[in-house]
């Protein structure tokens, strides 16, 4: 059954570097998402990104954070400076339609910023 | 405010025995409500999907119902497994956006 995949599994950066999360979305899948999810809280909806543009963001998506595809199937989040609480999980998603059609995760990048 | 709220935030219970999880939202325009089961350390796993117009639906042991009128919704799983230990999460689509607004889940252990 086709998945979503996310390298690295896990990444330790210090403070202020540029990271690069990246995922693989299921091949058909024309939505692609962002989320975030701090140790021991809800999950937030970073961005969705269709057509090769970013279709919607919320708050916490800002200057410092970017999107990109930069092939036919790779989706990578980008975070520019990297600041302590931006360590979390880190779910990539995609899904065929938007709306009422199921989104699929994938396992999750843990980003630790020492 | 969009908010999804769940309660229990834990549950413990038995192998073989019936639970029932609840969650209320205020998000408005409503879209669809979603339950996703996440393991630890892993992505959520969709369960259910539902819209405006369906009260239930099932997905093998687990049935979600929905109540558009009072915003509620509940997932009752049938015969717990011990791979049923897991975070329920209950999730809720605006229309006309992508943004899932998720709940807090409830922390679910079954023991033998």
């Known amino acids: 059954e086709p998945e979503v995949t996310q390298t690295p599994s896990h990444q330790v950066t210090q403070m202020g570097q540029e990271v690069i999360l990246r995922c693989v979305p299921i091949s058909n899948h024309l939505y692609f998402y962002w989320y975030r999810q701090i140790l021991g809280q809800k999950v937030e909806f970073l961005v969705s990104f269709y057509n090769n543009e970013i279709s919607e963001k919320s708050e916490i998506f800002d200057d410092q954070f970017s999107v990109e595809r930069p092939d036919g199937s790779n989706f990578t989040l980008k975070i520019r400076s990297t600041k302590l609480e931006d360590s979390a999980m880190y779910f990539c998603?995609?899904?065929?339609?938007?709306?009422?059609?199921?989104?699929?995760f994938g396992p999750g990048t843990r980003l630790t910023v020492t | 405010k969009n908010q999804v709220e769940q309660s229990p935030q834990s549950l413990i219970i038995l192998e073989g025995k019936n639970c029932t999880l609840q969650c209320n939202y205020t998000v408005s325009p409503f879209s669809n409500l979603r339950w996703y089961k996440q393991d630890t350390g892993r992505g959520p796993v969709s369960l259910t999907i539902m819209t405006f117009s369906e009260n239930t639906k099932s997905n093998g042991r687990y049935t979600a119902t929905l109540d558009a009128d009072t915003k509620q919704s509940s997932l009752h799983i049938t015969a717990s497994q011990l791979s049923d230990s897991a975070s329920y999460i209950c999730?809720?689509?605006?229309?006309?956006?992508?943004?899932?607004?998720f709940g807090t889940g409830t922390r679910l252990q079954v023991f033998p």
């Open positions: 999730v809720v689509l605006s229309y006309n956006t992508d943004k899932l607004i």
């Open positions: 998603a995609s899904s065929e339609v938007r709306g009422t059609y199921e989104q699929y």
